[in-house]
């Protein structure tokens, strides 16, 4: 006899019908949607350390990225029918298609059409507009459910054959449910009793396995070729479980469902779901520092069981406790509810898998350093701050780095404020996809440090740019990896490379190495003759690349321009930047060059201390009334960028542009003003407040405002009135 029970895949309130169907039904046999491939990992289903949610992986053994996961939480359906046959010593295996024809691009198994929306037009013909809603009233909440499956099956059939009979148009749903079939009819052959636990689209399908032709379904798998595949258990987050992480079987909110599970079904039922829903939401916005009551949650419950009594519901849903929330507890404040949503509805918390179940050495080592580093897999974001002093936050550190040399970002660097050198501040979130990540580069060698080697050699052959070379070396570095090739790789390339952009891109990752690399311990011997010879190459190639070009050429030589001074700035060597000063001073002098480049030569010999009288001279030959305005701009724009307090102090250069403003006809002024306003716009208001008094007290009697012809008679005539408007009486 054939029992099938068709669920929606994580849903508690399917879960606990399944396991009274199974206690009430006594099967021999268990049949689950799932890989085949994994049945073997059934046997690991009642380890005390397999802790939901958690996730069966299957991926194809010589492309690792090619590979599917099938999630469960301790609530979900499929999970329940697991431990109910572990517990009673019932056979129990996958039925879906297997991955290892899924995988297989010569098969094209991929799903082409959208399956049919069986909930949300059974929630629309009851006359409903959420389906999630609607689902969670008829089977997540109720109470009685007798004959649930019987019901579900029904309706899910009545749909299926309005929308085009019970074969799917899809090829890969065909496939799928014509290999459901062929299980079902062998299990019972072997079996007395089978039940069938599936999500409940394909339940119809299945059922009806009779009115099928097992021909027709051997038909349709005839000829699929295999690949090799691999399945393993791995941890999994309730975050990756909803609709936001995209996919496809999720739900809105993993810890409502959660919730749900905890309050139980049928006869074992809490009656308090609600009242301790909403005491755990004004407990979370009580840390937030919100003045909520217990009075709050009284009302909010209250608020929730009405509406839910006026939309017909046997009891609050989510949908009425966020009204609730908004209302109540917040005053109508919409912005805590993301806070809400993200820490309560989804939630937070990481799954577990035994130690002793087989992994790649790769993972194991992952795992093993984790430990010894003292990070925690976690999948909500928090920051760490590393004293790389300390020998267990240099590991920390040097993990992480090498885990972002794999692409595999455990932790996002984030800035620190000071000016030590021996701090790292990360925010860690362990994405349980990365699974996936470490699987790939498993083939790259067996621990994290072999496999982040091999992958930088790789990405050495594949760049083509200094700047990206340079980086690659600032990676290299920080993860403590072998550099030799990567250093003659951007030796060689440098020595043949006529772009100054990527030459000067090349020098900040260098200088930071050079300059930092004792405080990670890291060897920096090999680096210096590279950057000095580059650095050679920039200072000789820098003034014939800055003539000739365009705006936009222009600026971006200017970007890295500033890039490298700041870096040459904290390198320990002072005749190289003297060598670059002397550089800077041939561009700020040289006509043939771009107004904004000779501008900004001109504005960090400023910054340096290095022009003294010269800023005078330099901006009345760059903002003469003879030279074309446009170019007077350019030039303007490159020395005001940065920090205004430096060119506060520069009586000189504020003479030179007060007589060189006024002088501009007034269209050229029209004309030239967006650009003005651009190179002001870097300034605070302190700062463009006090460039203003600067300018009217450098106007002296010769201001213009002192020198307009003003009728003084006519503006007393004002004055009564502006007393009045500004509220002082007649």
Sequence with gaps: MLHVLGIRHHGPGCGRSVERALERLQPDCVLIEGPPEADGLLDHILDPGLVPPVALLVYAQDEPGQAGFWPLARWSPEYRAMLWAAHSGREVRFFDLPQAWALHPDNALQRELAPVDAIGLLAQAAGSRDSEAWWEDQVELRRDDTQIFEAVNEAIQAVREAEGGLLPADRYEAARESQMRKQVRLALKQHASVAVVCGAFHGPAVAAHQAFKAGEDAARLKGLKKRKVAAAWVPWANSRLSFASGYGAGMGAPAWYE?????????????????????????????????????????????????AAIRGRSRPGLAELREATRTVLLGGDEAPMALVREQLEVGSGLGSVPEGLPVIPLQRDLESRARAALLKFQDLAVDKLLDLRTPKNLLASLLLHQLAVLGIPWGEPQDVSGSGTFKELWTLKWD????????????????????????LSLRVDQTQTLGELAELLDAAILAQLPTASLLQALDDRAAVSADIVQLMQAIPPLVRQ??????????????????ERLFERVVLGLPPACTALDD????????????????????????????????????AGRE?????????????????????EGLERLARTNLSTALDPLQA??????????????????????????????????????????????????????????????????????NPAQTLDLDMARGQRVLPALRVLLGGGA
């Design 633 to 702: 701009a350019w030039w303007l724009e490159g020395v005001l960028r940065g920090s205004g307090l430096v060119l506060l102090h520069q009586d000189a250069l504020w003479s030179v542009l007060d007589e060189w403003l006024p002088a501009l006809p007034q269209e050229t002024f029209h004309e030239l003003l967006p650009m003005l306003r651009r190179a002001f716009s870097g300034f605070s208001k302190a700062e463009r407040r006090e460039m203003g008094q600067k300018l009217r007290r450098l106007g002296g009697p010769g």
């Design 552 to 587: 936009g050429a222009a600026e971006a030589l200017v970007q890295s321009l500033d890039r490298a001074h700041e870096a040459l700035g904290i390198l320990p060597r002072p005749e190289l930047f003297e060598d670059w000063l002397e550089a800077l001073w041939r561009l």
């Design 514 to 531: 050079t300059r930092y690399g004792s405080v990670r311990r890291s060897p920096i011997g090999a680096i210096v003759p590279v950057l």
């Design 432 to 455: 349980p996809g990365f699974a996936v990540r470490v699987v790939e580069s498993g083939s790259l060698g067996n621990t994290v440090l072999q496999a982040a080697t091999r992958r």
């Design 259 to 307: 919730a749900i599970w905890q309050a139980g079904s049928g006869d074992e039922v809490r009656t308090d779901l609600s009242e301790r829903w909403l005491t755990r939401t004004a407990r979370l916005l009580r840390e937030q520092g919100l003045d909520l009551s217990s009075a709050h949650v009284i009302e909010g419950v209250r608020l929730a069981e009405a509406l």
């Design 592 to 612: 043939e060059v771009h107004p904004l480049i000779r501008g900004r030569a001109a504005r960090r010999l400023l910054e340096a201390d290095q022009l003294g």
